[in-house]
């Protein structure tokens, strides 16, 4: 196990880079802690994938380092590194049985037999594919398949972290949630360093201690999933996590009062340093639909089970707010803001508030 | 389900049945009824039985000339299936080199089979052509002409030069369809070169070398052009192989009731190595 720093990273796959676009990872400056489990969260082509294959060694960075305990690794192979990997989809060897499969990566390092079966009949258990072990690989069901990738990830003791490239694609939702407790389970157990890339905010937000988003080849926000729901450091966060993301409107900051269009509200603090253009963000759990506060019209009601989702007007502008399943929705509407969620956003990065006032 | 019966539909597949009827079935009827009759010219036939199929399955000449075919045949697969997957390893995946790869591994296949022959005989001879006087002068005592060994050496290395490339763009095919993920893997997993041939590369070639190999073995068992320009045959019959045989007895001495027998045995053998064949690639399909 090992803590991964990652110390401005920079990667662009055509030659000669020169202006920020051409880098599909700009300037990636972070630690793993040994022994965390991370989620790498944020939408297709982000560069999650790239800082995922940097860290393995299977692509080389075009500028910046890659330290493992301190140690820089950014020239090693990808077998020096001592990673394992786990792929989006199952990666099999056809012509092996699922034991030899699994037994596969340890051999290949010399392991000894005795340490072999003790190992691939521990990992063959977990996965639940005792009965198959002694099939061949070819005619296993997709998730099936997917667990052999998974387990010839877990098979090692020794490794430095696992990586997991939205390894849960293919599965079956009700194997999903099954295979992510165990991972969960394991992390807890062995201690791994564990780096789960994925776009599902429920799996992140699931499987991880501590999530990183990426938006455009950076990294947004590092943060706990209740950090990220409630402290949203950038608009982007606020839209990608939650369901459904957070409402951000254009607003005029006076004092430790915000302005949007001809309605007022009180702000739990003074925002400092609030320039360029600003915005408001409030999560619809924080908005309260009742007979108090702005007016505003309802477009339409989706009821999601556990709660409704009631996508209102105001101002002009769109406004979701969550109301519980036996709640009331009165005919003339009106919404008021909880002050404790309220996030000012200046340039879309999130600004703090100032002693209030 | 209800299906519905209409015999006129037959009428359907009547034009490849004409089609196959003159272009196969009847002149493989007629090579039957050579078979089974004897001439003596004036276009008389005497009904002859199975007289010339013993003749044909007991005579030296015929197993002489099947033995040559089947070494040639296992000599040219054991030189172009290890050959061919070798160099398809070696082609690049991605760049420039790729359509410069396969239109010079394409090249040999585009050119007809008497054009391959008729270059080989110029370019072995010891006189005018460039390999048989550059290995003369190099003091190897080379001549395709008087020495049997030179001569099937000469027809080897044309087919190998011929047909290699088939072998190469069959493997080349199965290689580029195995994705990026698996390589990946194999990195991780630590697996060395050679267990990545056999563990990746190989299973994913499984199916086109199946048809390489079939391919190969059908075309250098009923291999004629190629040997029949540069050797005739020769020296003595040591390159006679089975068709060329066939000829020589149909066309050469007019045999025809021994040549048709020949034939058929020869239709027979090819008859049962397809099915063999396809036996085998179906089995595998269903394995899957």
Known sequence: ?357 | MNKTWNNRAWFMVLPVLLLVAFSAIIPLMTVVNYSVQDTFGNNQFFWAGAEWFEEMLTSDRFWLAMGRNLIFSFIILAIEIPLGIFIALNMPRKGWGVPVCLVLMALPLLIPWNVVGTIWQVFGRVDIGLLGYVMNALGFDYNYVNDPFDAWVTVIVMDVWHWTSLVVLLCYAGLVSIPDAYYQAAKIDGASRWAVFRYIQLPKMNRVLLIAVLLRFMDSFMIYTEPFVVTGGGPGNSTTFLSIDLVKMAIGQFDLGPAAAMSIIYFLIILAMSWVFYTVMTNYDAEK
């Open chain 1, 1 to 357: 196990m090992a803590r991964i720093d990652i110390d401005h990273i920079r990667h662009a796959y055509g030659p000669n880079p020169k202006a920020s676009k051409d880098y599909a990872l700009k300037e990636v400056h972070h630690t793993f802690e040994d022994g965390g489990a991370y989620a790498l969260l944020g939408p297709s082509g982000c560069g999650k994938t790239t800082l995922l294959n940097i860290m393995s060694g299977l692509v080389e960075p075009s500028e910046g380092r890659i330290l493992f305990d301190g140690r820089d690794v950014t020239r090693l192979s990808t077998q020096e590194r001592n990673i394992a990997q786990v792929f989006q989809f199952p990666v099999i060897y056809d012509t092996m049985t699922v034991y030899d499969n699994l037994a596969f990566p340890l051999r290949n390092r010399g392991v000894p037999e005795v340490e072999v079966d003790r190992k691939v009949r521990e990992i063959i258990a977990m996965i639940d594919l005792e009965t198959w072990s002694k099939r061949k690989a070819r005619g296993l069901t997709a998730d099936q398949k997917q667990k052999i990738s998974l387990g010839r990830g877990l098979v090692r003791s020794d490794v430095n972290a696992i990586l997991f490239d939205e390894p849960l694609t293919v599965i079956d939702p009700h194997m999903k949630w099954q295979l992510r407790s165990q991972l969960k389970q394991l992390h807890r157990r062995f201690g791994y360093t564990m780096i789960y890339v994925t776009h599902d905010q429920t799996e992140a937000l699931s499987f991880a201690d501590k999530v990183v988003v990426m938006f455009d080849g950076e990294i947004v926000q590092i943060g706990t999933p209740a950090e990220l729901f409630e402290r949203p450091r950038h608009t982007f966060v606020g839209y990608f996590i939650g369901s459904p993301g957070m409402n951000v409107m254009p607003a005029a900051i006076d004092g430790t009062i915000a302005r949007v269009g001809s309605q007022t509200i009180a702000l739990p603090g003074m925002p400092v340093a609030a320039t360029g253009s600003i915005e408001l963000g409030i999560r619809p759990e924080f908005v309260r639909l009742g007979r108090e506060g702005m007016p505003v019209t309802i477009d339409k009601i989706e009821d999601v089970g556990r709660h409704r989702i009631v996508r209102t007007r105001l101002e002009g502008r769109d406004l979701a707010a969550i109301v519980p399943e036996d709640g009331d929705i009165p005919a003339d509407p009106r919404v008021a803001f909880d002050p404790a969620g309220i996030n000012i956003y200046a340039d879309s990065w999130r600004v703090d508030y100032g002693s209030a006032a």
